[in-house]
């Protein structure tokens, strides 16, 4: 008699704790790239971004171009699922962005956008992205030591283009300075 009730009850306690341990990492569980449109731009980006880090990526119908780093985003949204993943058609997200900027990320926290990648390597594997989120996202926990080397030098555009890519922002990126925040007002100011 006695002994069955409190097996249940023991049970029935242990399943609840399971669960609300399972509802708590839920919340504050993505694991998959969220795509958004424009005026969804605030909620879900500089919202949001003061709950977790939040990595907006540009999308475009020029695959070969963008096809790389969204591949990338993909993997890394279900490694990383305490990071938010959205993506944006870049021409929805920014007027008349050139397509010579894409691949594009954007990384906000706390309300603003922290960083900008902007013209990376159109072959980048998942581990180089993985490699530059983590430069500047403290909580995306990568097992990388190092800055992975291009896979295929020869396909690589930034090996062609002569340089290696031995900082985060090797090529092109060193020449184009980070936005500071306060030039970033009009991305802030979405509705």
């Not at 242990?14 to 990492?25: C, Q, T």
């Not at 706390?110 to 013209?119: A, D, E, R, Y």
Request: proline share 5%; charged share 25%; aromatic share 8%.
């Amino acid at each position: 008699g006695d002994d069955d009730d409190d097996d249940d009850s023991q049970f029935l306690e242990r399943y609840r704790a399971m669960r609300i341990a399972e509802l708590k990492k839920k919340s504050n569980s993505f694991g998959q790239v969220i795509p958004i449109s424009r005026p969804d731009w605030n909620k879900e980006v500089n919202s949001d971004s003061h709950q977790s880090w939040v990595v907006v990526t540009l999308t475009s119908s020029n695959t070969r171009r963008t096809g790389a780093v969204e591949y990338a985003i993909q993997e890394l949204s279900s490694k990383f699922p305490s990071i938010k993943f959205v993506s944006i058609p870049s021409q929805q997200a920014i007027e008349n962005w050139p397509d010579t900027n894409l691949p594009s990320i954007f990384v906000y926290h706390k309300g603003t956008c922290q960083q900008q990648l902007i013209q990376m390597d159109t072959n980048l594997s998942v581990d180089q992205v993985e490699w530059k989120l983590a430069q500047i996202i403290d909580e995306l926990d990568t097992d990388l030591e190092e800055e992975p080397e291009p896979s295929s030098p020869s396909s690589s555009s930034s090996a062609s283009r002569g340089y290696k890519g031995t900082s985060v922002f090797g090529g092109q990126m060193s020449q184009l300075k980070t936005q500071d925040k306060h030039e970033e007002e009009d991305y802030d100011a979405v509705d």
